[in-house]
């Protein structure tokens, strides 16, 4: 396969200075490790001794012993971009999550070879083959961890990553699942996806990574014959192996396994849970709802359980438990993947590798120096945008919600459930018999009613506690304690939450969607028009103002709006818009959502070239998510018209070689539809 270029950041000062850094972040370090960090010292070929430190940070490499580590610093002697230069010796960082340790290879060019471990404290450790077996599989989860969705987010949030796929054969499957065997009651120690409050033995990084390798690889006799030998050490794992069959379209088997099971360990909450998806997903909503009910009962402190309750409700259409349920999910401050910190550097090389260049990827890119697209402040302010972790998916239930019975119900239930800060002062020094409600706070300078009015500035920094104001005695509206955590989503500034007051009354998105539908309109709002409510937060848009230009950042933002709240049409218009200024991957990877959904395979490959070319261009040759859309299509039409259709593309035959690498990957695993 073509290799991406390689990034260079350079250190002219001081050497070492972010292998240092990097040793000075160890003791914070909290889930599965910063991507490995490769760091170089160069010196001119002829004439100066002076040194120069250049490091790059890489996912995906054999990490299974020294000389595999060594074997990727040797790859980079050679520079086509650096002639004058020569590498004079290396440094290869790896984490050992599992020991919290960092992997440390020495390479002197031409001559030695050097590996040992840095534990939390700067202080050098052995490295045992038991440590090399660790952190060989903390590489493979990193990889899957850290790749790129084919958005660009993951790409944008550190610079200078090589993204390599860490599995590419049999071969090296084997070895990947054999060592996830021997380590898996180990994999608590990795901690879990931030929606999880307690990692346990079917619920953690380790069980996340091999879960998201057989979904991406469709590689399920592997993944059913590894948990079928885990499951006779702990029954607890039919959970994971229940998933696998129904990945495998064993429902059978599945539904056989969950019930055997749980005759076992009848208040295991991930059988449950696992229960209660299958039912949804055929359609029997009560029963579906029997088993979310005991899953709660079961983990009443884990958000996933919660969460599946109140998607039940969702589909059962009672949009008031479903709203009651939502506001009991226990939330938990996001915890991100572990990134690194580097010092500043003295400057930055990012090369274009030759074989990914593509004119429409590259035309209208902002250049060095060039001003940033102009972005409206309303669009700035989209909370929802940073949200994650539990604050992401109770978000997208409650826009669920919102998008099948429209904001004027969605806040007639909400009256009907809940009462609001200033509504239960009023409320209760009215108040003349004992009775109980639940409450929902307000948020400073946001009061909500179902007249729908709503303060236009929601960044005030405190909402408004639950206070002990007013009568007190025997006469008083008891109180029930808030059940959601007072975390925010992100770490900084972010105001104090409680209950789904946030979503109700601090998501400035919500309120142009509100107020549209309020507003009288002749004929409904489409495209631009209702694009331009969005942007502007809903108020009366001049004739003259629509001629205004919009960036290509305002669209895509306005798509991802359009997507959070289920405009779907909305969103691919804006995205449309977006790509026909300059390319967005995002936008295109909003486009290849439209195209799935229409069956146009041609369309979706169309997508999938460009992405990946603007990938390899971005140091990344694996996107999990690329490789699934590729695996299917080959499934569904098989490879020889897969590759027929992407080779009659009307674009560089370097381009489309990226994308047939893809493919040869599904007939090296000898993926359904490579064969014919």
């Not at 086509?80 to 960082?93: A, E, I, R």
């Not at 994971?240 to 295991?268: G, I, N, S, W």
């Not at 593509?358 to 035309?363: A, F, R």
């Not at 001003?371 to 929802?384: K, N, Q």
């Amino acid at each position: 396969m073509v290799a991406p270029a390689v990034p260079e950041i350079y250190e002219e000062d001081e050497l070492f200075a972010a292998v240092d850094a990097r040793s000075e972040s160890l003791q914070n370090l909290r889930e599965l490790g910063p991507p490995d960090l490769v760091y170089l010292v160069k010196q001119p070929k002829t004439g100066s001794t002076r040194q120069t430190g250049v490091y790059h940070h890489v996912t995906g490499i054999d990490a299974s012993s020294s000389a595999s580590l060594a074997a990727y610093v040797n790859t980079l002697t050679f520079s086509p971009l650096d002639k004058t230069n020569k590498v004079v010796s290396g440094v290869y960082c790896c984490y050992n999550a599992f020991s919290h340790l960092d992997m440390r290879v020495e390479v002197k060019i031409p001559g030695s070879l050097e590996s040992y471990c840095i534990d939390e404290r700067g202080d050098k450790r052995v490295a045992t083959e038991a440590l090399w077996l660790e952190t060989f599989l903390c590489g493979v989860l990193r990889a899957y961890s850290y790749a790129d969705d084919g958005s660009g987010d993951a790409i944008r949030k550190i610079v200078g990553v090589r993204r390599f796929n860490p599995v590419t054969n049999t071969e090296m499957e084997h070895r990947f699942l054999d060592a996830a065997e021997r380590l898996f009651f180990m994999g608590r120690q990795l901690s879990s996806d931030p929606e999880t409050q307690v990692p346990n033995t079917v619920t953690n990084h380790l069980t996340s990574g091999l879960l998201k390798y057989i979904h991406t690889t469709g590689r399920y006799t592997s993944g059913i014959n590894l948990f079928e030998k885990l499951r006779t050490k702990d029954v607890e794992v039919s959970s994971l192996l229940a998933k696998v069959l129904r990945m495998a379209d064993e429902e059978v088997r599945a539904v056989r396994l969950m019930f055997d099971a749980l005759q076992d360990v009848p208040m295991d909450y991930a059988l449950l849970d696992c229960q209660a998806d299958f039912c949804s997903s055929k359609g029997e909503g009560e029963m579906a709802l029997e088993c979310a009910k005991r899953a709660v009962t079961a983990a009443p402190s884990e958000f996933s359980t919660w969460a599946r309750l109140a998607e039940v409700y969702v589909n059962l259409e009672q949009w008031d438990l479903a709203l009651l349920t939502l506001n009991s999910c226990p939330m938990f401050t996001y915890q991100d993947k572990d990134t690194p910190r580097m010092p500043q550097p003295s400057r930055i090389m990012l090369p274009i590798l030759a074989e990914s260049m593509l004119d429409e990827i590259d035309e209208g890119q902002p250049r060095q120096g060039d001003p940033h697209d102009y972005v409206h402040p309303s669009l700035r302010r989209l909370h929802a945008a940073t949200y994650q972790g539990t604050f992401l998916k109770a978000y997208n239930l409650l826009t669920k919600i919102a998008a099948a019975i429209g904001w004027d119900q969605l806040l007639k239930v909400r009256s009907e459930v809940f009462v609001m800060e200033e509504e239960y002062r009023t409320e209760r020094q009215q108040s003349t018999s004992k009775h109980s409600i639940h409450t929902i706070p307000e948020t400073n300078g946001d009061h909500e009613h179902e007249s729908g009015h709503s303060s236009q500035d929601d960044s005030s920094d405190e909402p408004a506690t639950n206070g002990d104001d007013g009568p007190q005695g025997g006469d008083a509206i008891e109180r029930p304690e808030q059940t959601m955590a007072s975390e925010a989503a992100k770490s900084g500034s972010e105001p104090v939450i409680r209950s789904i007051a946030f979503l109700l009354h601090t998501v400035p998105e919500q309120t142009p969607v509100r107020e549209m539908a309020r507003q009288p309109v002749h004929g409904p709002v489409r495209g631009s028009a209702h694009l331009h409510h969005l942007a502007n937060r809903g108020r009366p848009v001049p004739a003259a103002s629509m001629e205004y230009k919009k960036s290509a950042t305002e669209w895509e933002i306005l798509g991802e709006l359009a997507e959070r709240l289920h405009h779907f049409e909305e969103g691919i218009e804006a995205y449309q818009n977006c790509l026909s200024i300059r390319f967005s991957p995002k936008a295109m990877r909003g486009l290849l959502k439209l195209y799935e959904q229409q069956n146009d395979t041609r369309s979706m490959l169309g997508a999938l070239i460009r992405l990946i070319a603007w990938q390899y261009r971005w140091y990344s040759e694996f996107s999990p998510e690329l490789l699934f859309m590729i695996r299917k299509l080959i499934e569904d039409e098989g490879a020889v018209k897969v590759r027929s259709i992407v080779q009659a593309t009307n674009l560089p035959q370097t381009v489309l070689d990226l994308t047939h690498q893809y493919c040869q990957l599904c007939a090296t695993f000898r993926s359904s539809g490579s064969d014919g």
